[in-house]
């Protein structure tokens, strides 16, 4: 079934039951390139998951915002979304204002959101790290009495952090999560970018997806699985059973 991909302010937005989960990215391929896999499992597994893309993600080489546009919507339905949206902030010049603050936290409280993912705090994209940083202080505000964002005041329980970086780190995640029946969904989601990750680039092997598939499968090796993605926190995570661990 095909979402639309919501660019109304907060308070216009149509209601809507809250979400389990929402995953903030920078730019519109960032959700699917980070936790894809864990998207299409998480929704298979009967979870209200949504996508904020808190800018178009233009301009690139060999995009427009019309062409990410309809690239978008495509790896939308690949993952199935609950719900997906565009805050409309500006790409290459994001940053953590008063203004954008009040922006995210009243997706917050509209979405009313259990979990909020956000992206690896440590990166070379200036605009990534200014995510991070607006995401968390957004979280903070959601819950703020008397104000003016729209919504019941909310607070969501954690923000949780997927890896979409820039920088050559050995990373050490805090978990990783089995994404062996859904890195075909995962793979999709991706190639739905044609502009991004297709167009212009080398097609000799290896290619970025190629890539993309080793380093799934190497995150899956380090849990006797096939394919994986590793996440991260700074809170204590905490597990209802141990029957959880594989």
Same mark, same amino acid.
């Given at each position: 079934? %095909? ?28 959700? $699917? ?11 298979? &597994? ?11 993600? &233009? ?8 062409? *990410? ?10 993952? @199935?979304? %609950? =719900?997906?949206? @565009?805050?409309?902030?500006? @790409? *290459?010049? !994001?940053?953590?204002? !008063?203004?954008?603050? $009040? ?17 690896? =705090? ?18 903070? =505000? ?7 964002? /729209? ?5 969501? $329980? ?11 780190? #050995?990373?050490? /995640?805090?978990?990783?999560?089995? +994404? ?31 890539? !993309? ?5 190497? =995150?899956?090796?380090?849990?006797? *699985? ?5 996440? #991260? ?9 141990? *029957?959880?661990? +594989?």
């Amino acid at each position: 079934m %095909t979402i639309p991909i919501y660019t109304q302010p907060p308070a216009e937005l149509p209601a809507t039951d809250p979400l389990d989960i929402l995953v903030v990215a920078p730019h519109p391929d960032d959700a $699917e390139l980070g936790m894809g896999g864990t998207i299409a499992k998480m929704i298979d &597994e009967g979870m209200r998951v949504g996508v904020l893309d808190l800018t178009t993600g &233009e301009p690139t080489p060999h995009g427009s915002e019309t062409i *990410r546009r309809e690239e978008t919507q495509v790896a939308t339905d690949a993952l @199935n979304l %609950t =719900w997906r949206g @565009n805050a409309g902030l500006p @790409n *290459r010049k !994001l940053v953590h204002t !008063l203004e954008a603050r $009040e922006l995210v936290a009243s997706y917050f409280r509209m979405l009313r959101p259990r979990w909020i993912f956000a992206p690896y =705090w440590n990166d070379a994209h200036p605009d990534h790290v200014a995510a991070t940083d607006l995401i968390e202080a957004a979280r903070f =505000w959601a819950k703020l009495s008397k104000t003016e964002m /729209p919504g019941e005041r909310f607070h969501p $329980e954690r923000v949780y952090y997927y890896f979409c970086i820039h920088l050559r780190l #050995a990373i050490t /995640p805090s978990w990783i999560v089995d +994404i062996s029946d859904h890195w075909d969904a995962k793979r999709a989601s991706i190639q739905a970018y044609q502009s991004q990750f297709v167009q212009g680039r080398p097609t000799e092997p290896p290619t970025l997806i190629d890539q !993309l598939h080793h380093e799934a499968a190497n =995150w899956g090796r380090l849990i006797n *699985r096939r394919y994986g993605e590793p996440f #991260a926190t700074k809170e204590p995570l905490a597990m209802k059973s141990i *029957r959880d661990l +594989i």
